[in-house]
Antibody, heavy 122, light 110 residues
Framework: EVQLLESGGGLVQPGGSLRISCAASGFTFRTYAMSWVRQAPGKGLEWVSA????????YYADSVKGRFTVSRDNSENTLYLQVNSLRAEDTAIYYC???????????????WGQGALVTVSS | QSVLTQPPSASGTPGQRVTISCSGSSSNIGSNTVMWYQQLPGTAPKLLIY???QRPSGVPDRFSASKSDTSASLAISGLQSEDEADYYC???????????FGTGTEVTVL
């Protein structure tokens, strides 16, 4: 059974940083691309970032480009999102999601974690 | 912001059929496959449909979807109270090199 467990969320001041982790189990982690999707309180889903199975290819939403960095440790089956220069509008639940499909343009998110809440406030 | 447009709400009585639209462009729905998610209150999204019209195992066949040009739609037939949730479409956008989600539709069972 696929399990994705996020950790590392919390309260951070504007301009601050945080690293969110996602521990994966139940599948061969290194062979699947992974993604981060966030949801602000009472709002819809927003795709944030993605990373290939090898870690060599990464993508970012324009809203976080230059501030967020996605990475993975395939030896530890863990996905990371380093979030810097945080703003109030980054307050959200951050979900990690596992991709499935033959190629990026056909990928879909087939499993999701329970989410980690990041609150940006002074 | 969301690139795919959905109606904010939809509703029906138990047993009725409800349809949700998802409008995009040539760079996303027009050239890539569409997926649909159901999100119950306080929970993570759940995959309902992938590759435009494919249901994962365990998803009831009351849920169906289709795609035409730059639009897609999700239909829920035989509406049940447990279908009350938010529904989102999504697709890869080749121009943005990013996945994009729809604005979301809240389904209410009257």
């Amino acid at each position: 059974e696929v399990q994705l467990l996020e950790s590392g969320g919390g309260l951070v001041q504007p301009g601050g940083s945080l690293r969110i982790s996602c521990a994966a189990s139940g599948f061969t982690f290194r062979t699947y691309a992974m993604s981060w999707v966030r949801q602000a309180p009472g709002k819809g889903l927003e795709w944030v970032s993605a990373i290939s199975g090898s870690g060599r290819t990464t993508y970012y939403a324009d809203s976080v480009k230059g501030r967020f960095t996605v990475s993975r440790d395939n030896s530890e089956n863990t996905l990371y999102l380093q979030v810097n220069s945080l703003r109030a509008e980054d307050t959200a639940i951050y979900y990690c999601a596992k991709y499935r499909g033959p190629h990026w343009d056909q990928y879909y998110f087939d499993s999701w974690g329970q989410g980690a809440l990041v609150t940006v406030s002074s | 912001q969301s690139v795919l447009t959905q109606p904010p709400s939809a509703s029906g009585t138990p047993g009725q059929r409800v349809t949700i639209s998802c409008s995009g462009s040539s760079s996303n729905i027009g050239s890539n496959t569409v997926m649909w998610y159901q999100q119950l209150p306080g929970t993570a999204p759940k995959l309902l449909i992938y590759s435009n019209d494919q249901r994962p195992s365990g998803v009831p066949d009351r849920f169906s979807a289709s795609k035409s040009d730059t639009s897609a739609s999700l239909a829920i037939s035989g509406l049940q109270s447990e279908d009350e949730a938010d529904y989102y479409c999504a697709a890869w956008d080749g121009s943005l090199s990013a996945h994009v989600f729809g604005t979301g539709t809240e389904v209410t069972v009257l």
